[in-house]
């Protein structure tokens, strides 16, 4: 049952915010203060992610939040949709991302008092409902150690139904050179050096970054028109497909603040041709959107647009850290060192809902969703085939 109550209530009796109305019970300082001394600071349950989506109306009606609030004001936030999704044929209450940027469903839980914080979510959870799924949480990062820790000192059954490990990059000393000596293969290096020698005999190259001013509006301008020309143009995936979602885009990679926004663009003779939107949050670099000129996928400007950002990231230090954001299979599962457990996980808020109960559901939802991915699969190559 969801009830709106009073933002005010101390924990344990986390409220259940009902609605886009929970907007005026949050108090916007409370927010981004627990966003800057969260566990693990994830911006797409941040005010800016959220607010944004709201204003181009793409936030559903239905959406609730868990609010706990104690002593240090705002501990814990968790936005979710009620009933959201299936898990081996049952419904379960959804945590909430940005379907444009489906990277990170971890609770922002305080770093004040973080047991305290994840029992009294995990409380207002079972009030809520008996099943829960978030689709994609840093299992072996703070939070999600505290989120499954308090799960299991209620007697709740955890499952993950798929897992993964999502190339992010921890700031280390001595710079790219260093690095890409460590960790590049030098048949990867070598290729670099190759394809930044033939790009660079058809014309000028600069890269250059942009975090802020006209510099960053024109970036985003120009990566909305350039990904709207490419292969997500055609299957009306980019941002620029859809009225609401170029608004999201500008306000989101355009923001200063507890979240900021960044652009790394590639040029050839003054035109831009690849461009990577991020967004910066309590030191780590989302690397969340990558576009690049299809005209010239023979000399790889993503590619070396990817390998700019390193260079920039480990002699700059623009960010103690960098996300991929990316599912495996990525060019960065090359470039970059180190790992993070991305997992699936569902959550039986019902102690009479065993493990194995829940590890049968599990399984039963892996079924479900590979013979959805195949279908998906199969539309695409079907819509890509009838388009050339």
């Known amino acids: 049952m969801n009830v709106a109550v ?3 209530t101390l924990r344990p009796a986390a409220p259940i915010l009902a609605g886009l109305a929970a907007f005026a019970e949050l108090s916007e300082a409370e927010w981004d203060a627990l966003l800057g001394q969260a566990l693990d600071p994830n911006p797409f349950h941040g005010r800016l992610v959220l607010t944004a989506h709201a204003a181009s109306g793409l936030l ?3 959406l609730r939040f868990i609010a706990v609030r104690g002593g240090a004001g705002l501990e814990a936030l968790l936005p ?3 009933g959201g999704s299936l898990v081996g044929w049952r419904r379960a209450h959804r945590v909430w991302m940005p379907p444009q940027f489906a990277v990170d469903a971890t609770p922002l839980i305080g770093s004040a008092s973080p047991e305290e914080s994840a029992e009294a979510l995990v409380e207002a959870m079972a009030r809520a409902g008996t099943l829960w799924r978030f689709p994609f949480v840093a299992l072996d990062g703070a939070a999600g150690r505290a989120l499954v820790a308090a799960c299991r000192r209620r007697g709740f059954a955890t499952a993950a139904v798929s897992s993964f490990d999502r190339a992010v990059l921890a700031r280390c000393g001595g710079g790219y050179e260093a690095y890409a000596r460590r960790h590049l293969s030098a048949r990867r290096r ?3 050096a190759r394809q930044w020698r033939r790009l660079g005999e058809t014309g000028r190259i600069a890269a250059a970054s942009f975090t ?4 960053l509006r024109d970036a985003v ?3 909305l028109q350039l990904e709207a020309q490419g292969w997500k143009g055609r299957r009306g995936t980019a941002l620029a497909s859809r009225a609401a979602n170029a608004p999201v885009g500008r306000a989101l990679f355009t923001a200063a603040g507890a979240v ?3 652009a790394d663009v590639l040029s050839l003779d003054g035109r831009p041709v690849a461009i990577s939107l991020a967004l910066v949050s309590a030191g780590t670099a989302f690397l969340l959107k990558t576009a690049h000129d299809e005209r010239l996928r023979a000399f790889s400007p993503g590619v070396l647009l990817e390998d700019a950002i390193l260079r920039a990231f480990l002699d700059d230090g623009f960010a103690d850290r960098l996300d ?4 495996p299979g990525s060019l960065l599962d090359e470039l970059y060192a180190d790992r993070e457990r991305i997992a699936d996980l569902v959550v039986a808020t019902d102690g009479a809902i065993t493990a194995a109960a829940l590890a049968a559901m599990a399984e039963k939802e892996r079924r479900r969703q590979a013979a959805l991915d195949r279908l998906k699969a199969w539309y695409w190559r079907a819509i890509d085939f009838a388009k050339r």
Request: charged share 25%.
């Open 190 to 192: 070598k290729g670099l």
């Open 260 to 262: 900021a926004g960044r």
């Open 324 to 327: 991929s954001a990316s599912l």
């Open 6 to 8: 009073p933002l005010d």
């Open 221 to 223: 301008e120009a990566f």
């Open 80 to 82: 979710y949709l009620p």
């Open 212 to 215: 802020e001013g006209q510099g």
């Open 60 to 62: 559903p009606e239905r």
